[in-house]
């Protein structure tokens, strides 16, 4: 008889940082319970490549939560009125920020680890690339990893939860080479911030510079379908 | 010349305590942003006396936010087949516990807080008459001020964000006294984990036990319309 795998959550954005990460869990043994939040995003191709992606690496399961974080504002990804930025990454917190996004994103993993009694989570956050993104630095994590301890029928019951962040030290090209090994189909994923409904990036936002630049330095194909030479 | 107020976002469930809360801070001053968040409650009257409370407090705003944490399951309040409590208040983690609802109410709050640019949250959790709750005791509270202040724009602009839960110690007479002298009409508000459809309250769970030997204990008429004597 073999032991039942561990079970954990794993958020699942569809794009290129949180496929690596659930092929990482998947590599590492656990049944992995995907998570994508509709948390009112300019597109809805992330979404979609978030289920293809969740298929192709072997989630037990995979599930969609709507939260309507567009009502209030503040984040080109959510607001049609600001901008996505074109012009590189600039100092400070860029305007694609989206206001307690990973906050709102674990807490929801936390609800649904605490009903599966999955003791871990999973997230693709990185703080090299990211790094005007308060929510994407390792200081962040342990604070709510220290939060989520306290929370939950978990903490009062004594198993300690952890919250995972694999990528969070490694340069786009270490992320691609790690899942490139791992068989992520990278040509799943949709990292662009503007994608068209069938998933072609714009080639010219920042998550598209970011993605293309990792696979140069990778020194591998990349697979996108750009709009843009 | 008067200075605009401070705003804070405040946590709305239409409940006793938080309809409490909202009159604590607007007291203290604040433009209220009340929150409520619909997470698949059993019914909606909790939700419309959140409105009504709101309109009769003064608050600046009301906003409602769906998340589906019933399609998790896991409590008695969100799970049609888990059965609420009806035996007075037992040892351990109660059936109507929500899987870290507080955690993405906060969340959500947090959210909106940095989009307002308000560095306070008030949220009526108490510790006293929910002590089987992980999630309304002190130190929770303090683990999620200190992840906040690492997860917003608030923290990397050095202006600390600050949650409030100025019921956290109360008893439920001392919750109603305080309430009464604010001018909080309980009347309108709402406690019953399964109120009908006008917010009449079955008399029998454990939240309206709480509630009427709170009135009782303070002293004062309590203004619920229960379905049994």
Redesign the interface.
């Known amino acids: 008889m073999t032991a039942r795998p561990r079970r954990t959550v794993v958020l699942l954005s569809g794009g290129l940082d949180s496929a690596t990460t659930l092929a990482i869990a998947r590599g590492e043994g656990y049944a992995c319970h995907a998570l994508s939040i509709d948390y009112g995003q300019r597109h809805v191709a992330e979404l979609e490549a978030a289920s293809r992606i969740a298929m192709a690496l072997g989630a037990a399961e995979h599930?969609v939560?709507?939260?309507?974080?567009g009502?209030?504002?503040?984040s080109a990804l959510t607001d049609r009125r600001i901008a996505v930025p074109m012009r590189g990454v600039q100092p400070g917190?860029p305007a694609t920020?989206?206001?307690?996004?990973?906050?709102?994103m674990?807490?929801?993993g936390?609800?649904?680890a605490?009903?599966l009694q999955a003791n871990d989570i999973f997230v693709g956050v990185n703080a090299v690339d990211y790094s005007g993104y308060?929510?994407c630095?390792p200081?962040?994590i342990a604070?709510?990893e220290?939060?989520?301890n306290?929370?939950?029928?978990a903490?009062?019951e004594g198993t300690p939860l952890r919250i995972h962040a694999p990528l969070i030290a490694l340069s786009k090209a270490d992320i691609i080479r790690r899942g490139a090994a791992l068989g992520v189909d990278y040509g799943l994923t949709v990292s662009c911030y503007q994608a068209d409904e069938k998933g072609a990036a714009c080639g010219l936002c920042d998550a598209c510079r970011l993605r293309r630049a990792g696979f140069a330095a990778a020194g591998l194909a990349d697979p996108t379908r750009y709009l843009t030479a």
């Open positions: 599930r939560v709507d939260v309507d974080l009502q209030f504002g503040g917190i920020y989206v206001p307690a996004r990973n906050t709102v674990l807490s929801l936390l609800a649904w605490e009903v308060p929510d630095r200081e962040y604070a709510f220290a939060m989520a306290l929370a939950t029928k903490a009062v």
